[in-house]
Nanobody, 123 residues
Framework: QVQLVESGGGLVQAGGSLRLSCAAS????????MDWYRQAPGKQRELVAG???????NYADSAKGRFTISRDNAKNTVYLQMNSLKPEDTAVYYC?????????????????WGQGTQVTVSS
């Protein structure tokens, strides 16, 4: 059984910073891509940032220059440093990870989602 647990959300004033963490636990052989998504009320879930197992990163235009994604493979954890926050960044933030786990005599890879953490930015 694999779990992703996010933390670090909260209430912050515009211009402030938050650092989100997402830790994976369970029977994990390896983790490939790790991503952060967000979903604001009444809107579709959208990709914020992603990082590959080789540390290549990509960002949504709205996140470029303000957010930084990173990972610690020894801790099976992905981070999202968010600076210069704006009210429009208010959303529930979710992490997603492609995780390889034992399966019978072999392995399988599937995507797992965390439960989400609320980020609220006041103006």
């Amino acid at each position: 059984q694999v779990q992703l647990v996010e933390s670090g959300g909260g209430l912050v004033q515009a211009g402030g910073s938050l650092r989100l963490s997402c830790a994976a636990s369970g029977s994990i052989l390896s983790i490939n891509a790790m991503d952060w998504y967000r979903q604001a009320p009444g809107k579709q879930r959208e990709l914020v940032a992603g990082i590959t197992s080789g540390d290549s990163t990509n960002y949504a235009d709205s996140a470029k220059g303000r957010f930084t994604i990173s990972r610690d493979n020894a801790k099976n954890t992905v981070y999202l440093q968010m600076n210069s926050l704006k009210p429009e960044d208010t959303a529930v933030y979710y992490c997603k990870a492609a995780i390889r786990t034992p399966a019978g005599l072999g392995y399988r890879t599937r995507e797992y989602w965390g439960q989400g953490t609320q980020v609220t930015v006041s103006s």
